[in-house]
């Protein structure tokens, strides 16, 4: 098969190992490969010691490159500053002035890693854009695409992905979903790729040592709106300093002084207040989410029985999904769960099929 036969494929390399072993797969499958890095954030945000460990830093960039080059591929680096600080730092910052937590690795795959890495496929004649992520895509014999967990549970990236459409997912490839971590890194070292070992962060990528506050301070400063912290019954206890500094279950800084424990229980961004409660007070058992996207099949006609993940690193639970109008739906949870944090994203499983999600509405 010569080079023009191979059908051609955008890989988006983040600099760590899974996005450069993701390469290498598909080069042994056959496909004409073009590896392309996304320039997010400006270099000179990090300390040299934080950027080693960051997707947009300038060690990340020289190590794509060094992987490109070892393996004998084109290698792109796109400029997409403007756009990120547009679609996901000023979402980052909105949702948590209006009293959400937000989630901006969903938000940066849906805009930009599945939205200019396509845009950029189409102008490079590739049929197809492929990531690092441990998930997997397949089709069903009447032409539907799905979206199962990656086989590596302690790896799985699908909660991620929940957001991606038919046409996306029709073009998406995720060669590492069928692997281990483990795997992943013994099949880098084989082809001595200088980023077999590299370390992993378990952080926001454009967040210095995972202080949001400290970056919301700095790189989307607003008006300090202080205002009142208070109880269920409206009772004032304390003081804030923005809602956008407290997320729903925390329970250090909010410096009240009582004989028991107090946790934030609710944000109010129309009378700026933070509300808190006892530890009982964070369990619910129904919530909405809206935006919701499904995945084997368009909007049920019928409550759906399933289990959710209310966050990334939440041990999913049964719950009832019912479908509402305008792309909403109601989760009736089965067994009450802490913290339910609005701005999150809710994702719908069947064993290891994604249904789909949405985001929890306040």
Known sequence: MTKTDRPRVLVGMSGGVDSSTAAVLLIEQGYEVIGVTLKLWSH?????????FKCCG????????????????????IDEAAEFRRGVIQYFADEYRAGRTPNPC??????????????????????????????????TATGRWLLRRGCDPRKDQSYFLFSLRQNQLARALFPLGGQTKT???????????????????????????????????????????????????GR???HHEGIE??????RRGLR????????????????????????AALERDEFIVERCNWIPFDTPDVAVEATVKIRYNHKETPATITPLDGA???????????????????????DDLVLGGGWIRR
């Open 183 to 233: 795997t992943t890194r013994e099949k880098a070292r084989h082809c001595q790729l200088q980023t077999a070992d590299k370390a992993e962060s378990m952080e926001i990528c454009f967040v210095p040592g995972n202080d949001y506050g400290q970056f919301l301070r700095q790189h989307a400063p607003g008006p300090a709106r202080r205002g009142e912290i208070v109880d269920a019954s």
């Open 44 to 52: 000179d945000c990090f300390t040299p010691s934080e950027d080693l």
């Open 236 to 238: 004032v206890l304390g």
């Open 245 to 250: 500094f407290y997320t729903i279950g925390q």
């Open 256 to 279: 009240i002084s009582a004989p028991h424990p107090w946790y934030v229980v609710d944000l109010d961004p129309e009378r700026n207040r933070v509300v808190v409660g006892d530890n």
């Open 328 to 350: 909403q739906a109601r989760v009736r949870l089965h067994v009450p769960q802490r913290a339910i944090t609005p701005g999150q994203a809710a994702v719908f499983y069947q």
């Open 106 to 139: 969903v938000m940066c795959n849906e805009r930009l890693k599945f939205g200019t890495l396509f845009a950029r496929a189409d102008a490079l004649g590739a049929q197809y854009v492929a990531t690092g992520h441990y998930a997997r895509v397949e089709q």
């Open 58 to 77: 300038a060690s990340a960039v020289a190590d794509v490159r060094a992987v490109c080059e070892r393996l004998g591929i084109a290698f792109h680096l």
